[in-house]
């Protein structure tokens, strides 16, 4: 069965780096798959924020991706989400996520997994 | 970036009653880059339709999806307690890109 597990510090000074990593279990994220991070703020909706492709490839929301890195580690199975320069507004719920890497008549890059989630709160 | 929009953006309706709930997208899009999640409170959303019409594994035949190009529904033909929860709506674009809904409230009338 496949888990993810979002940690990481739960406060962040503003202008410093949130720094979160999921740990994957039931499957390796070396194999396939789209591995990466969906936001919440408070009483708001979803941001998808961006993904890593199993080869390393990454994608980014284009508002967010000057502040961005989200990077993958094969051999710990982990997946690492690094935002810069944080402010207020950054203070979320972040969720990693898990996107079938294929695409067909019937389905296309749904969001299929889900972490518990962790809240981050930006706060001097 | 093409926007969905939901609506409305609460429902409130008593068990047993229908729902329907809205997703329209800003340019035609493909059904099978739309995909629907449930969320509760507290807890991260679930996949419940993807493909605009197929139902995630363990969600029951009263969840339905439908639609083409613009508009896209949700429907719960006759409302269960636990349904009652932020229903999401999303859109795969090339590039990639994922985008949501601002999110629907069926809440207990």
């Known amino acids: 069965q496949v888990q993810l597990q979002e940690s990481g510090p739960g406060l962040v000074k503003p202008s410093e780096t949130l720094s979160l990593t999921c740990t994957v279990s039931?499957?390796?994220?070396?194999?396939?798959?789209?591995w990466g991070w969906i936001r919440q703020s408070p009483g708001k909706g979803l941001e998808w924020m961006g993904s890593?492709?199993?080869?390393?490839?990454?994608y980014y929301n284009p508002p967010l991706k000057s502040r961005v890195t989200i990077s993958g580690d094969t051999s710990k199975n982990l997946v690492s989400l690094k935002v810069t320069s944080v402010t207020a507004a950054d203070t979320a719920v972040y969720y990693c996520?898990?996107?079938?890497?294929?695409?067909?008549?019937?389905?296309?890059?749904?969001?299929?997994?889900w972490g518990q989630g962790i809240l981050v709160t930006v706060s001097s | 970036e093409i926007v969905l929009t939901q609506s409305p953006g609460t429902l409130s309706l008593s068990p047993g009653e229908r729902a329907t709930l809205s997703c329209r997208a800003s340019?035609?899009?493909?059904?099978?880059?739309i995909a629907w999640y449930q969320q509760k409170p507290g807890q991260a959303p679930r996949l419940l339709i993807y493909?605009?019409?197929i139902r995630a594994t363990g969600f029951p035949d009263r969840f339905s999806g439908s639609g083409s190009g613009t508009d896209f529904t949700l429907t719960i033909s006759r409302l269960e307690p636990e349904d009652f929860a932020v229903y999401y709506c999303?859109?795969?674009?090339?590039?990639?890109?994922?985008?949501f809904g601002q999110g629907t409230k069926v809440e207990i009338k």
């Open positions: 493909g605009a019409s």
């Open positions: 039931g499957y390796s994220i070396s194999s396939g798959y789209y």
């Open positions: 890593i492709y199993h080869s390393g490839s990454t």
């Open positions: 999303q859109l795969y674009s090339t590039s990639p890109l994922w985008t």
């Open positions: 996520v898990r996107s079938p890497s294929y695409c067909s008549s019937t389905r296309c890059y749904e969001f299929d997994y």
């Open positions: 340019q035609s899009v493909r059904s099978n880059y």
